[in-house]
């Protein structure tokens, strides 16, 4: 198959190398590759063979026409020329796009497939128990539980339930503390007896525990304490339970609950903060062969860390002792979206099963590092000088001065009683511009500055200060 590979004089130097040992021809189309032109590439298209076309995937025009005209497909190469040593060797197993640039693409094919091989993994996967139709334990894929605490206090609490459901927690825990009555228990178990998903109750109280089990389908936590009171009645309702060690060891707690007739029973062993026994209390979850819970969200909450590459190394953790529920929470700011994070972890600890190690998965957690860091060829230029300082004095703008904030997922730009929304930072800052709202360069350049770090706030779940360091 001969290739045809448009490019810039910047990167020609790596696409040459990169063609290396393909049938390709490298045709140098000015200094940038991405200003390539329909009328330019037909051109080229005509002046030779070619049974394919591969442009940079940053190119913005549409070749639609290059294809009627010459018959050649065109399809998008990667965004960055240094990926392209990547994408060549793969031409002859997949189609690639003619939208999306080839790194995008072949990263959504290879997540497809990872996705793909989840679900077929589940469906086969064997289990110890199930839970409202949530396989727990066996071969099957280790489970987030995401907790709501203080749930009795919670005026949105079906709308925190669905939220946690759909950012991929398979079991959802409502808390409880020691100010809650039967009462608030009976009626959050009662806002939420629709929903579909498995709910627990987390409480060592008998009698919240009794409350619950109107739809309740684990119970944490059962020990030496509670087990003789309630034990009976959490195994006539039919539901699980997690049994911890405490006016009794774990494993007498475990017997204790089986000869009450519980059937699914779960052994956490406690696991205490970095700092506070953490490795120690690792070995106490080899000594019992009961599904096991595994109680990482304590950990993360007490770790002044970000929560992700945390919950990544816990869920390898908890993969490697053979957990089969792994708590998260997201109690505070810094760990907001722990839920999502776990899920994508246990997702990837699933895949790595076979493998040795969770790399190379298809889907990843990076999210601010790159896996791999591309280097590009140097800038060129005649000349330089040395950028000017900022006057300290500012001038303002006669057409006036901008509110701007994030609100949800929308960035918001307030100008004379007027708020401009969107999505995109660059959607809101066009329109300020169509519609004459700013008058001087340098207002226009301080608003992209200002909108775009709208946009990296509402992307990494960060607060937003109009002004203030990102």
Known sequence: ??????????????????????????????????????????????GGKYDMVLVSGMCTASFGVVERE????????????????????????????????????LARRKAEEAYRDLALKEEGASSDFIIRG??????????VLAEIMDAHRREDLRA???????????????????????????????????????????????????????????VLSLHGGNIPVVGKAVAEAGAAAVVIPGQGSLAGNIEAAEETGIGAIIADPLLPPVGSGFTEALARFRETDRPLFFGAGNVVELLDADSIGANALLAGIAMELGAAVIFTSEHSDKTRGSVAEMRRATEMMALARGRPYPKDLGIDLLVLKEKRRRREPP????????????????????????????????????????????????????????????????????????????????????????????
Not at 134 to 143: E, L, P
Not at 183 to 209: H, K, N, S, Y
Not at 427 to 452: I, M, N, P, Q, W
């Open 160 to 218: 925190e339930v669905e939220r946690l459901f759909s950012e991929g927690a398979d079991l959802v825990d409502l808390g409880f503390g020691f100010d809650a009555t039967p009462g608030d228990v009976t009626r959050c178990f009662t806002v939420l007896a629709d929903i579909e998903g498995p709910l627990a109750v987390d409480t060592q109280d008998p009698a919240l525990i009794r409350a619950a089990l109107l739809r309740a389908d684990l």
């Open 379 to 470: 800038l060129a230029y005649m000349g330089s000088e040395a950028a000017l300082p900022m006057p300290r004095e500012v001038t303002y703008d006669p057409r006036g001065n901008f509110r701007i904030g994030i609100e949800g997922d929308e960035i918001v730009a307030v100008h004379e009683g007027i708020a401009i929304r969107g999505k995109r930072w660059e959607d809101v800052l066009h329109t300020l511009l169509f519609e004459g709202r700013v008058s001087r360069l340098d207002h226009a350049g301080y608003l992209g500055k200002e909108l775009y770090k709208a946009y990296l706030a509402i992307r990494f779940g960060r607060s937003f200060e109009q002004d203030g360091e990102f």
């Open 134 to 143: 949530v396989k727990i334990g066996g071969s099957s894929r280790m489970k």
């Open 70 to 105: 010459t018959g050649v497909p065109v399809y998008r190469g990667p965004r960055h020329a240094a990926d392209l040593s990547l994408v060549l060797p793969l031409l002859g197993e997949l189609e690639l796009s003619r939208t999306v640039p080839a790194d995008e693409f």
């Open 1 to 46: 198959m001969r290739l045809l590979l448009p490019t810039g004089s910047a990167t020609a130097g790596i696409v040459r190398k990169a063609a290396l040992g393909h049938d390709a021809e490298v045709a140098v189309t000015g200094e940038i590759a991405s200003f390539l032109t329909p009328e330019q590439l037909v051109s080229l298209v005509r």
